[in-house]
């Protein structure tokens, strides 16, 4: 009799405990299920960038958790993603730009995904016929000029090649930064086949090449230049928070290129439900007005209004343009001639 009972109890114990691991595996898996990975770059995941106001309001939205990783530049962001291509840590990978989706295309990171609200994005701003990349802001690449170093500015990319500007330019590397391929890129669409020419003549000009924009940016207000490679944008950033026009975008008669950020679906994520439901929001007007002032870059969506200092971004009336497999291909070569 104690052995049935013991008998009954053991199994009653063992078919609780099995119960209680597959409630837990099934809480489990509901919680990973509302969790996504989010690939960046260093200045949208930043305090001060729009990465934890945008996943805050995603999040109350939808009741996702996101965790928000920081890669570096967005050409890290590649970079990491090719790594970790056979085992996918990542849902999202955001950042990738215009300059860099063929080098995406090859590598087969992003599995294509149309948004919700594709429709409203325009059409001179679309990545990819296949939404391959979700577009989210874009802006024009321009030198930015310290009024104060007490030079003259150059007033076109040929002339910023002179021997006047040695050591004055701060520019960011092409392998891991999209202001760095932007940058190639735009001197590419600027002087053709002549490029490597001038980029040869226009390195004694280069104080450092930085890894990041970050970083370069940070030495030139420091002082370290008069001059580096951003954005038109970026004086509207020191009008709103600095109060001051002491730093200016110089419009050159070459024209200029533009860089177009976006996001997308990581090839075998984890979670693919709640990556499109976050490129879906990115498109939102939710999403989309917390970037004129945390990314100092335009949204996509027309509907969102431009704070007043945006009246300090120059708008260049002719735009460069370059394939981007073009670009990609030309980055060893200007690493060389920088490097001699």
């Not at 960038?49 to 109350?60: A, M, N």
């Not at 419009?251 to 709640?274: D, R």
């Not at 949204?299 to 260049?316: C, E, H, I, N, T």
């Amino acid at each position: 009799m104690k052995t049935r009972i013991f008998t009954f109890f053991f199994f009653f114990s063992l078919i609780a405990a099995a119960g209680t691991l597959a409630a837990k595996g099934s809480a489990d898996a509901s919680s990973a299920s509302r969790e996504i990975t989010v690939y960046a770059y260093d200045s949208f995941t930043a305090e001060w960038g729009p990465g934890p106001e945008l996943i805050k309001r995603f999040s109350e939205r939808t009741g996702y958790t996101v965790n928000l990783v920081s890669c570096g530049d967005a050409g890290q962001v590649l970079s990491r993603a090719v790594l970790e291509k056979k085992s996918p840590r990542a849902d999202v990978l955001v950042g990738l730009d215009n300059n860099l989706i063929d080098a995406a295309r090859k590598a087969g990171i992003l599995e294509a995904y149309t948004p919700a609200g594709a429709a409203a994005v325009p059409a001179n701003l679309r990545l990819a016929d296949d939404w391959l990349l979700t577009p989210y802001d874009w802006g024009q690449f321009a030198m930015i000029f310290d009024t104060q170093s007490g030079i003259e500015p150059p007033k076109s990319l040929a002339e910023l090649a002179d021997p006047r500007f040695a050591k004055k330019i701060i520019l960011m590397d092409p392998r891991t930064s999209t202001p760095g391929t932007g940058f190639l890129a735009w001197t590419m669409a600027a002087f053709g086949k002549a490029w490597p020419d001038y980029w040869s003549r226009l390195r004694p000009n280069v104080l450092t090449v930085a890894p990041g924009w970050d970083a370069g940016y940070s030495l030139f207000t420091s002082g370290e230049a008069p001059l580096v490679i951003s954005y038109t944008t970026s004086p509207a950033y020191h009008v709103e928070f600095e109060g001051t026009d002491r730093y200016r975008a110089l419009i050159f008669g070459e024209g200029h290129v533009s860089q177009i950020e976006g996001l997308g679906l990581a090839k075998g994520a984890k979670n693919p439900a709640g990556a499109k439901a976050f490129i879906d929001f990115m498109l939102t007007d939710e999403a989309q007005e917390v970037l004129p002032l945390t990314q100092f870059m335009y949204p996509v969506s027309a509907s969102v209004s431009l704070p007043a200092s945006y009246a300090a971004a120059p708008k260049a009336p002719k735009t460069l343009s370059i394939p981007s497999g073009e670009v990609t291909a030309a980055v060893d070569t200007v690493v060389t001639i920088l490097s001699k």
